[in-house]
């Protein structure tokens, strides 16, 4: 009896390695939630949910900041890290983040030279106007939100894209919605969700794309990286959604190239 005990211990053992072993090391995450303008009320409980799914998934560990010294490949003191570190970085922010033009060329050569992942979540195009190779970087800069909240219809234009493929072909949603300006094109990102334009007032004052094309989601490559955005998240409740958890998820998992997904540009209504 104790001979098989022994052995059943011995069997759970080298199981328990043997998964031990399969998962790969948890990457590392930097999340800023710097705000140098408007104060959505929002970010905190974004970042600890986008923190809460790196611990439920086990895929990454999540540093938080409000600031952005971390944001540089100099050499830190007193344990700090540097982007070196980090193998994504994560943007809910607002405004001019008061970066030296040093620590503006590490994040664009962290993304476009290192090969490395970059997230923005709603209002993180709403930062640095005065850095056009931010806008590229990130894809598109807020042209104001001429509905503020509104009930609307999203379509889901990408549905092989691991972020998007769970969600319906079209939906309702409530939330505050953006439109973009320059240098936001179909030309150079591959939109994964839009607003559709009739479920929407397009005679409002504030309106001012004339293609109807008011993007929601979209990724690009950026040299050697992956770029990932979302305007949606203005509310608490955005974050508590499973379908939008699952996208941030994927979201996360793709920027780290955990998995395959084609960012090639697509113009307005392609398949």
Not at 188 to 200: A, I
Not at 201 to 209: A, M, W
Request: proline residues 5%; charged residues 25%; hydrophobic residues 35%.
């Amino acid at each position: 009896m104790k001979t098989k005990s022994l052995s059943a211990f011995v069997c759970l053992l080298l199981a328990a390695c043997a998964s031990a072993q399969a998962q790969p090391p948890a990457k590392k995450l930097l999340v800023i939630g710097e705000v140098k303008g408007y104060e959505h009320d929002s970010v905190s409980h974004a970042m600890a949910t986008i923190e809460k799914l790196g611990r439920q998934t086990g895929l990454w560990d999540t540093y938080i900041r409000t600031d952005a010294e971390l944001l540089t490949k100099a050499k830190l003191t007193n344990n700090s890290k540097n982007l070196n570190y980090f193998d994504a970085v994560w943007f809910y922010t607002t405004g001019d983040l008061g970066l030296t033009d040093q620590q503006k060329a590490d994040l664009l050569s962290f993304v476009r030279d290192d090969g490395k992942g970059f997230l923005g979540a709603h209002s993180a195009t709403d930062t640095y106007y005065n850095w056009p190779e931010f806008g590229d970087l990130i894809g598109g800069y807020f042209n104001e939100h001429p509905w503020m909240q509104v009930h609307c219809t999203i379509r889901t234009e990408d549905k092989t894209f691991p972020a998007t493929a769970h969600f319906p072909d079209k939906f309702p949603f409530y939330d505050e919605i953006y439109q973009f300006k320059a240098p936001y094109s179909r030309e150079k990102v591959r939109v994964l969700m839009s607003v559709d334009p009739d479920s929407v007032d397009l005679t409002n004052p504030k309106v001012h794309r004339t293609d109807k094309d008011f993007a929601v989601t979209w990724v690009h490559n950026y040299g050697k990286g992956r770029v990932f955005y979302s305007s949606l998240g203005h509310r608490d409740e955005v974050w508590d959604m499973p379908d939008i958890q699952k996208m941030w998820i994927e979201a996360v998992k793709w920027t780290l190239g955990l998995t395959a997904g084609d960012a090639t540009p697509r113009p307005q209504g392609g398949h």
